[in-house]
């Protein structure tokens, strides 16, 4: 065992370990003696926190409860066993009738406070409409270029001005149209999911009632700022389970709007007494019937026409719907749109998937049809056929048809005396459907787009036809029934094609609609 060793200390290093102990006795009672003083150290302040601008509470969207999936390993059961099939077919069986619910149409009545899933709460006391009553785009790019401008003689449009550029429906617009009010322009516009936004375009702000104030970006529009400007009051319903393909105001009653949707649905929207009902659908609730649009007879109150997308057209009453509905098949194929004539509207022109134009009178009933089968339809007058399919056929008061075609052109179809024709009339030659004129433009929406329609305006205050179209530019072009282009109306800040155009029926106000669900307005 090794002797332990003892070290000693020299009297250098005891009295530097004396001095240290002396100090660190010294420090202690210093800190003590300062601490019952109140002079201690004390403790940092924190630093304020910056203030954080309020966020606005997101809303929280219901989801639909959808069958959950369940793992088979966990249940128990064998991969490929008669149980696992009779599982997938039961789920897949729940899906299937899950999705068939989710469009099936809404048959009852609807309050409008009930379906309303956007904007300010619709009070039926006081709301503003109650009192009322080309392959390779180049985005940007004009058409119609400022000698064009120069020389156009309707100074009134010539000087019209994007007003506004909001967000009117939550998905893409499919119809759109004005009121026919000459004092307000109100916009109506119908969606892909079956929702119809309202918008008063000369409201002004709720927070300052003497300050007038409208959602207008100018080109100079600075966007930091957009957090100080007012939200515009924008109502949407959800008045149908699918596409709103079409709507119209009724001639005889402003308060009174038409809808159509591709759920097989007619409905009728009465803004006074704030409710939908269904004036139309098929008997059977399994039938899928698209319908493509719809019109009112101007002279006829109650006689109602639709159009669906297999290729035939409807006449209800709607005084009794469930017994006087008359439906006719005109076409094999898709019926896109049709007209009837303004002032003699026992004349229709429709437009079909079958490349033709076709004009019928609804005076004579024959067993005659355009896609043949002996099924009771209306004597056809005349047809012109394009090189590709027929998007959509539209009369104005003049007795002209406009149509817009896959083939790249917009035709002017001109039928003078249309009253006079009798009943049974002989066809119409070819050379007597030919356009009395034809524009080139670029009718090649894509799938994203919404097909791009003429549209007329109905009243022009000096009587000049003309008639408004998206550009796929990103523009909307003005025509008059000879094909002159009038303007071309457009704004920096368009960033999608405004391919669903529209006239006021009376006054130089055009509204367009694009994919995303806003509104474009020139005033």
Known sequence: MAKKESVEISEYERQRRENIAQRDKLLRQLALDASAAGLGPGQKPKPAKPAQKKRPAVKKIKEEVVPRRTSSRIAGIEADSEVAKRKAEDEYVAAQEAARVKRQRISGPLDLSEVQVAGKGWDTNDNSFRDVFRRGADPGERTFGEEEVKETTDKELRALREKMRIKITPERIYSLGFHPAADEPLVFAGDKLGNLGLFNASQSSSSSPTKKSSPIKSEDHNEESDDEDPEPNITTFHLHTRTISSFQFSPHNPSHLYTSSYDSSLRLLDLTQSSSTEIYAP??????????????????????YFSRLDGCLGRVDTRTPDTNTDVFRLSEKKIGGFSLNPTVPHFVATASLDRHMRVWDLRKLSK???????????ALCGEHESRLSVSHAAFNSAGQ?????????????????MGAWRAGRDMLSTEEMAPSAVVRHNNQTGRWVTILRAQWQLHPSDSVQRFCIGNMNRFVDIYTSKGEQLAQLGGAGITAVPAVAQFHPTNDWVAAGTASGKLCLWM
């Open 368 to 378: 005659q049809t355009a896609g043949g089968g002996g099924e009771r339809s209306p």
């Open 283 to 304: 008997l059977d609730n399994s039938l899928d019937e698209p319908i493509s649009g719809v019109e009112m007879d101007p002279l006829t109150p109650h006689l109602l």
């Open 401 to 417: 048809v406009a149509t817009a075609s896959y083939d790249d052109t917009v035709k002017v179809h001109t039928f003078e005396g």
